[in-house]
C-alpha cells in the first residue's frame, strides 16, 4: 500500500446512484484520494433505529478499520432522495441522520464528521445541524 495516500470513510446507501456523486463530492471537498466506502441500504434508519445489533457493530468496525488502517480523517453519513431501503419523506430521513451522527461521534472516530443529503438531481448537498 501506498502510505501516502489520503483516505476518507463513508458511510452510504448500497444505492448505485449515490456512489459516484459521493466519492467525487468527498475527494474534492476534502482532497482525499480514496474513499472507503461502507454500504447498507437506508444507513440512517439502520444507525438511527438501533434495532439491529449486528448491523451496527460491522459499521462500526468498518469504520474503525478505515480510521486505524488507512489514517482517515474525514467521515460522512449519506441519506438520500428515493430510497428503497428507507421509504420516508425527506423530513425523516433529515433527523434520523442528526440522531445518527449523535451515536456516530460516540464511536471514536476522531476526524471530522459530516452529514450529507444526495437530492433528486443526485448532486450533495452538507447538512449542518446546530449541536
Ligand atoms: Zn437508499
Redesign the pocket.
Known amino acids: 500500500m501506498n502510505n501516502s495516500a489520503r483516505f476518507a470513510t463513508v458511510i452510504n446507501?448500497m444505492?448505485g446512484r449515490?456512489q459516484l456523486p459521493i466519492i467525487n463530492y468527498m475527494r474534492t471537498k476534502f482532497n482525499v484520494d480514496y474513499v472507503d466506502n461502507i454500504t447498507e441500504?437506508?444507513p440512517v434508519k439502520v444507525i438511527a433505529e438501533q434495532s439491529n445489533d449486528f448491523q451496527l457493530r460491522s459499521i462500526q468496525q468498518r469504520v474503525m478499520i478505515s480510521q486505524d488502517k488507512h489514517g482517515s480523517k474525514h467521515l460522512a453519513l449519506v441519506a438520500?432522495y428515493d430510497?428503497?431501503?428507507?421509504h420516508v419523506e425527506k423530513n425523516k430521513q433529515i433527523e434520523q441522520l442528526r440522531k445518527s451522527l449523535e451515536t456516530i461521534r460516540l464511536w471514536g472516530f476522531k476526524g471530522m464528521i459530516v452529514g450529507l443529503w444526495v437530492n433528486e438531481n443526485w448532486q450533495v448537498e452538507e447538512i449542518t445541524f446546530n449541536r
Open positions: 446507501c444505492d449515490t441500504p437506508g438520500h430510497c428503497t431501503g428507507n
